[in-house]
């Protein structure tokens, strides 16, 4: 039997981090073998916000940084596919059939649009970032995914694009699957500075290629409980991001559990909690790490990896848009023009010839 297909991706604005992993990349990993997987880089993406040149020149070495954060997290390039969104040309002929079905007022609704805008400090909705949910369907439904692994801030995306799907198999004729969503564990990893989301463009990520150093510095300054200016104070545990890393990431449920009781009764230390996450956050990593490093002495790995697949992704989307046309009756009006044109053509190389002088 042919196996389901799940479709996800990131933009490549920088590095991932653990907002990824614990939102969507565990999933990944996980689901790999029980599906055909399509990961994408979202260069069109990030366009929606990021349309200078800069950072378009920026894509090249950010897309390769991105495709050893997924191999160092278990992503097997021989089992899926990792690919340009860019490059897939499909992608953006999808996308306009798509925005035919959608009403601005839909997407207007969506409170990740103007999240997206005011992160990137845009006064007004640029025409694209309003698309932005209905390029992603574009990807979503160009392998035909019927699971798409995301973080809670885009499961209304995947909603839309639920709707798309319906709605252009109602129009046209069965072509899409209708996909499910699957948000990861964690929904929503706070950053960490406790205000949002862990997020690249913010500064508040600790990323899966930081290195101790690193994480331990980024844990020293986090956001926690602000009443506690001395150790001997009462702390809050709940919503506290220092402990909300402690519960997802340190394996030592014992050690959490001691922690939060001494932190409520103020018998522990800020420096000691943060130093305890730190070393579980490294414990978490090093694996990680060390995968990374043995991807990263393969020379030009990586490049044959986003290549190879975006190759055969655009095998996928060829077929996919060939369906869509084809139920869009738009090949067959195309395929009369061309027929009417070579009879006229025929027909008039005829009459001239009979009208010609033997
Ligand atoms: P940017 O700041 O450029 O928007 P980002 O860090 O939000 O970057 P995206 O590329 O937008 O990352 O998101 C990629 C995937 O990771 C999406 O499925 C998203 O939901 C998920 N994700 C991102 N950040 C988090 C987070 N903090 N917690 C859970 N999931 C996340
Ligand atoms: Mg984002």
Redesign the pocket.
């Known amino acids: 039997m042919e196996r389901k297909r799940i479709l ?4 490549p ?2 590095r991932l ?4 992993y ?4 565990a999933n990944r990993v996980r689901l790999q073998d029980e599906y055909e997987c399509y990961f994408l880089v ?1 260069d069109l ?2 366009l929606t ?1 990021r349309p200078e040149k800069q950072h378009i020149e920026a894509i090249t070495e950010n897309a390769r940084q991105m495709v050893y954060d997924a191999l160092a997290c278990g992503i097997d390039p021989q089992k899926s596919v990792i690919y340009l969104q860019s490059a897939v040309h499909e992608t953006y002929e999808l996308n306009l059939f798509l925005e035919m079905l959608v009403s601005v007022p839909r997407l207007q609704r969506l409170p990740s649009l103007k999240d ?1 805008a005011r ?1 990137a400090q845009l006064n007004e909705m640029p025409f694209g970032l309003l698309g932005y949910p209905v390029l992603q369907s574009a990807d979503i439904l160009l392998p035909r995914a019927h699971l798409v ?6 499961e209304a995306h995947v909603e839309l694009t639920r709707e798309l799907a319906r709605r252009f198999n109602h129009l046209y004729g069965e072509v899409f699957p209708v996909p499910d969503v699957m948000v ?1 564990d ?6 960490t500075d406790g205000k949002g ?6 500064g508040n ?1 600790i990323l899966l290629s930081d290195d101790e150093r690193a994480v331990e510095k980024k844990v020293a300054g986090m956001y926690t409980d602000p009443k506690r200016v001395r150790a001997d104070i009462p702390g809050t545990v709940e919503g506290n991001p220092v402990f909300m890393y402690h519960d997802v990431f340190n394996a030592n449920v014992e050690e959490v559990d001691d922690l939060k009781e001494r932190y409520r009764a103020g018998r522990v230390g800020d420096v000691e909690v943060k130093q305890k996450l730190a070393a579980s956050l490294n414990a978490f990593l090093d694996p990680i790490r060390e995968r990374r490093a043995a991807y990263e002495a393969r020379t030009g790995f990586v490049d044959e990896v986003l290549y190879d697949g975006t190759v055969r992704m655009r095998e996928q989307a060829r077929d996919t848009l060939l369906a869509a046309r084809k139920a869009m009756g738009l090949t067959g009006v195309w395929n009369k023009v061309s027929r009417k044109a070579e009879d006229a053509r025929k027909k008039r190389v005829k009459a001239e010839g009979a009208g010609s002088p033997a």
């Open positions: 996800t991706g990131d933009r604005t920088g981090h653990l907002g990824h614990v939102g969507s990349l979202a993406h990030m916000t997206m992160d692994p995301v973080g809670k801030d885009n990861g964690v929904p929503t990893l706070v950053g989301k862990m997020s690249k463009s913010v990520a």
